[in-house]
Structure formats: C-alpha cells, structure tokens
C-alpha cells in the first residue's frame, strides 16, 4: 500500500461524526477520502469555507472554491462561506475538534516544526501556529523519515510552529502518542515490526508492553 494511504486511513479512523477538521495541506488533505460514508464530519478550509467536499473531477473546479494553500475543491450541499477573520476565530476560539497537519519535524515531547526551513523561501507560516494551538486535538500525518533522516527527533533544529505539543503522530511506519510528555509507540504499520520503527527513529520511544498493528 501506498506510504501516504497508510497514513491517511489510518488518520480517518481518529475522526468521529460532529467534528469540526481542519486537513493541512499534503498528506492531510488525502484524509476526506477515507472517511466512511456515514461519518457526518465537517471539514473546514481556514480561507473561509465549512463543508468542504472532495477534489473536483478535470474541468469542474470553479475559480472560487479553493483550500488554503490554493487547490481547487468542492462544496458539499449546505456548506458555509466566510471571510478568513471568521474562519481564524473559530480556530483561535477553539472550535475546530481535529486539525490534520503534515510536519518537518516532531521531537520526543511532541513539539512540532512544520513551517519552514532556514534558508529556504516560504510564502508563510498560513494557519499552522493557530491551528496547532487553538484546535483541540492535533493530528500530525507525516512521513516517518525523509532523505534517510528520522522526521521524529530528539530535538527539533528547525523553528517551532507552537509551544504546545500535538496529540498524535501517524507516519508510513506507526503512530506515536504523547499523553504522557514522551513519545509512546501505540501502533506498527501493517508489516512493520517495532524493531524497524526503532531504527529508524531518533527520538526515544516509550515501549508498551504490547504494541498492536495499525487496522486499515
């Protein structure tokens, strides 16, 4: 299976109906595919739009239906449109239930650096330090290691998005909790072994005494 399907599925497993999500862009936004039919959740595009719906079929889009970093979508039937200071007080006010985040690094405390690179050109930060701070739970899917480096690390080097830890981590390898301060390894990947998530993962992982599979 593909490394970003894993890694989607798994994440729409975490929503449940009634929330209010938010998906970042990459890896996220392949989240509102997998969620099952009879799930009633309410994705939220930061720009402005509650009732996102999925990319549209070559030459449906229309011009004024985009998510935040500028990709056509679609609106389902009784979504809501408004401008973007609406939109951040709903985040700042923390009412978004589950915001998705793709991520650069995440240290052993759950600390996330997602936003840039020193050296490189960004076009922003976008609403990734509201997000991470004002959503009530966060959600970083990612992959587990990039250019054969962990992506999960002792210490993040990079700038940090929030002051405030995430609630879980799913990589292409496994899914990582933080509900106690330290990064806990709660599932494998199908076919990974815990052993392979160690060695490729810099940070220390707390072990439970049984580490289950990912159910995809």
Not at 73 to 87: H, R
Not at 130 to 143: E, F, P, T, W
Request: glycine share 12%.
């Amino acid at each position: 299976m593909d490394p970003q399907i894993i890694i989607a599925r798994r994440v729409a497993q975490e929503l449940k109906s009634g929330n209010l999500v938010n998906l970042g862009i990459g890896i996220p936004t392949l989240v509102a595919n997998y969620v099952p039919a009879d799930l009633k959740v309410f994705f939220q595009s930061e720009n402005g739009l509650i009732g996102t719906g999925p990319i549209p079929e070559q030459g449906m889009a229309h011009p004024l239906l985009t998510d935040a970093g500028g990709r056509p979508i679609s609106a389902l039937p009784g979504a809501a449109t408004f401008d973007s200071a609406m939109s951040f007080g709903l985040i700042r006010g923390g009412h978004v239930d589950v915001t998705v985040l793709g991520g650069l690094q995440v240290d052993a405390h759950g600390l996330l650096a997602n936003w840039m690179i020193p050296g490189k050109m960004v076009p922003g930060m976008g609403g990734a330090m509201d997000l991470v701070s004002g959503a009530r739970r966060v959600i970083v899917a990612m992959q587990h290691a990039a250019k054969g480096k962990s992506k999960i690390v002792a210490q993040c080097t990079l700038p940090l998005t929030s002051v405030r830890p995430v609630s879980l981590v799913v990589t292409d390898m496994a899914v990582i909790g933080f509900s106690d301060g330290r990064a806990t390894l709660l599932e494998t990947a199908p076919g990974v072994t815990v052993g392979e998530v160690l060695a490729v993962t810099e940070a220390e992982l707390v072990l439970p005494d049984s580490v289950p599979e990912m159910k995809l």
